[in-house]
């Protein structure tokens, strides 16, 4: 047997299934409350109302749509969700504590591609999964077509990665909430900044609005690019985070990439 023959046969694979699943179990065993109830919010949320016409049906059949707080419970079912489903994500990240030189996963056989792959499936089956399963049940019951029980598929799994990658460039659960509100504020200000450039420019030019390509605004074409590369710059913010460990770079380059993609759909794409 040749040296290179038997090199093969000892290689490590890229990804060991049992290390993934050591974590999910893990995780299961820190975060198994709030999973559980993250993951029967979700699913009734999405098989019980998609719309305030939903809400209302559904407490008037309950016996309780007289009482005048249709609007607030409809507020508070369609706001608590995503914030909870958030703070799960934020704990999620930071029971593996990606910034933190001392954190028992550096030191264990564990490599960053099965730590990733880990909450990944954490994310899947407590948030994306019961919100199919809930869609399905409820575009079975209002005949509508199954199709779009996947509609927000893509967009659900994509939030929980970024929410994913943002709190593990910080090292406590409340700099990773403090971290996501800056973020928010940032494409907000992003946002913003496109307008008034586009409003002082139309003005000095006597032009109402001065949008270059206002036809792609929510094109398909448009949403693929943003899409690979909201992807791509994450793998490399998780490269650089997780294996070379460069958490300053990590975060410059993904922060500045949503900034900066924020302030160019606003200004190229965005009408006034």
Request: proline fraction near 5%.
């Amino acid at each position: 047997m040749t040296v290179q023959s038997r090199a093969s046969e000892t290689a490590e694979p890229l990804m060991r299934w049992q290390a993934v699943a050591s974590i999910i179990r893990k995780d299961k065993h820190l975060l198994a409350p709030y999973a559980l109830a993250g993951a029967i919010w979700m699913f009734a949320m999405s098989a019980l109302f998609h719309t305030y016409t939903d809400f209302s049906a559904l407490m008037a059949s309950l016996g309780i749509s007289g009482l005048g707080l249709d609007s607030y419970l409809f507020a508070v079912f369609g706001i608590g969700p995503p914030v909870a489903l958030t703070l799960f994500v934020i704990l999620l990240a930071q029971t593996n504590v990606a910034s933190d030189t001392r954190h028992d996963w550096l030191i264990r056989p564990i490599t960053p591609l099965e730590l990733v792959a880990s909450k990944m499936v954490t994310i899947f089956c407590v948030i994306v999964a019961p919100m199919i399963a809930g869609n399905v049940i409820y575009m079975m019951v209002n005949a509508a077509p199954l199709e779009e029980a996947f509609a927000f598929f893509l967009l659900i799994l994509t939030c929980g990665v970024l929410v994913l990658v943002l709190a593990w460039l910080v090292s406590t659960p409340f700099r990773a909430v403090l971290a996501v509100l800056g973020v928010f504020v940032l494409l907000t200000v992003a946002i913003l900044l496109a307008e008034v450039i586009k409003r002082a420019v139309g003005f000095a030019l006597g032009a109402p609005d001065l949008t270059p390509f206002p036809n792609l605004d929510g094109s398909w074409i448009v949403e693929l690019v943003a899409g690979i590369g909201l992807y791509a710059v994450s793998g490399i913010t998780l490269w650089l985070l997780l294996a070379r460990r460069k958490r300053v770079a990590a975060s410059w380059l993904f922060v500045g990439y949503f900034a900066a993609q924020m302030f160019l759909r606003n200004l190229l794409f965005s009408p006034l």
